[in-house]
């Protein structure tokens, strides 16, 4: 048996926000990061809250990929104030602190319910609606995926108003992670009917919506509909897993600090071919493996060529390629220029091996060896 469930409200479109102003809770802690306050972008959060009747506090002391040290900070915070409810503003680092420091201030005082109100500023990450929280050990350089329904929030407000200044550099980066998530999903071993169909609407979305966001910041139906597009993938991801796209960028991010959603579109080319078994030289054959056939549904639902099942995964490849050339993401790590090849060489095993552990490992469509991710990470310098 399978189940299907959605445990998140989600409020989006025009003034969404105004939500704010009906919550059953008098008592708010908003937990974000340095530039929302310093911003005044804050008072989009704060206002309908006054207007409802809130009080609230503020923590602000989010950094980029939580580190351990920032959520026990959040959970002091959240144990003097006591709050009826936790509104997280915020990319995908401030939504995940959120969930870690809730769970983790509960389980030190479990006086109350306390909810989460997800409102995301970044249109990438889809953890608004997801179980799943990341925490950085910056000193040992690891990852740690929490999984659990408890983390997921009770509500989610999509207003594409909070994406209106996103530049473009992290327009294109958070992009291609709402992209990277709808595809790893869908091709995922633990996809099903429900998932594929969320997937694809993302996919499709960011095929007519992306590059139109990144071009004009200020063009705000493209920005509501990467919003959305980055829920609906969020949505199938967390039902059907992701797979070593993800497992190795987590790696990327906590051994070298490129973006996550940056090294996800850098490696998506490469990982279609390893788990496709499709790479330029290839000709047609008898059989593909499974995940061929749904490499070339993304590639119909993306309007590209499909005369055969190795065109169709040559031309999924060439548009991933095209938009990261299109949007500056680099197609290489040497493109970078910021990391020495002793220093990425040096820790390709050791990351080929925390990849290997990593939880989005299992649900890959093709069962990868170390030395395969090794070769992937190799390719990549390249």
């Not at 509104?87 to 769970?103: F, N, P």
């Amino acid at each position: 048996m399978q189940t299907f469930e959605m445990r998140t409200a989600i409020h989006f479109g025009e003034n969404s926000l105004n939500r704010l102003k009906e919550i059953p809770y008098k008592r708010v802690l908003i937990i974000t990061d340095p530039y929302v306050v310093e911003s005044n972008m804050i008072d989009l959060i704060t206002e309908p809250l006054k207007k409802g009747g809130k009080e609230y506090d503020l923590f602000f002391d989010v950094v980029p990929d939580a580190p351990i040290d920032k959520i026990a900070a959040g959970v002091r915070k959240f144990l003097e104030y006591q709050p009826e409810a936790v509104v997280a503003v915020g990319g995908g680092s401030a939504i995940d602190s959120s969930k870690a420091i809730r769970e983790f201030a509960l389980k030190i005082n479990p006086y109350a319910e306390v909810s989460l109100i997800a409102v995301p500023t970044t249109s990438g990450t889809g953890s608004e609606v997801t179980s799943f929280a990341v925490v950085n050990d910056i000193y040992n350089h690891v990852k740690y995926p929490l999984v659990s329904d408890r983390l997921t929030a009770e509500e989610a407000i999509l207003d594409a108003e909070l994406v209106r200044s996103v530049p473009p550099a992290v327009t294109a980066d958070t992009g291609m992670d709402v992209f990277t998530h709808a595809v790893e999903s869908y091709v995922s071993t633990a996809h099903n009917e429900f998932s594929a169909a969320l997937a694809e609407k993302s996919i499709e979305i960011c095929g007519v919506f992306l590059l139109r966001a990144y071009l004009d910041g200020n063009d705000m139906h493209a920005r509501q509909k990467m919003h959305v597009a980055s829920c609906l993938a969020g949505l199938s991801f967390n039902t059907a897993g992701l797979g070593i796209t993800h497992s190795m960028a987590h790696q990327l991010g906590a051994v070298f600090h490129i973006p996550h959603g940056r090294a996800n579109a850098m490696l998506l080319p490469h990982i279609v071919e390893y788990n496709s078994g499709i790479d330029k030289y290839s000709k047609s054959q008898k059989e593909y493996p499974p995940a061929v056939k749904r490499y070339s549904n993304i590639a119909h639902v993306l309007g590209l060529s499909n005369y055969n099942k190795v065109m169709s995964v040559h031309s999924l490849v060439n548009w991933i390629q095209f938009m990261q050339k299109e949007m500056g993401i680099p197609m290489t790590i040497r493109e970078m220029r910021t990391i020495a090849p002793e220093d990425y060489f040096g820790a390709v095993d050791r990351m080929a091996e925390a990849a290997l552990n990593d939880a989005c490992t299992a649900t890959n469509p093709k069962t990868p060896t170390k030395q395969d991710i090794m070769r992937i990470y190799t390719r990549l310098w390249e």
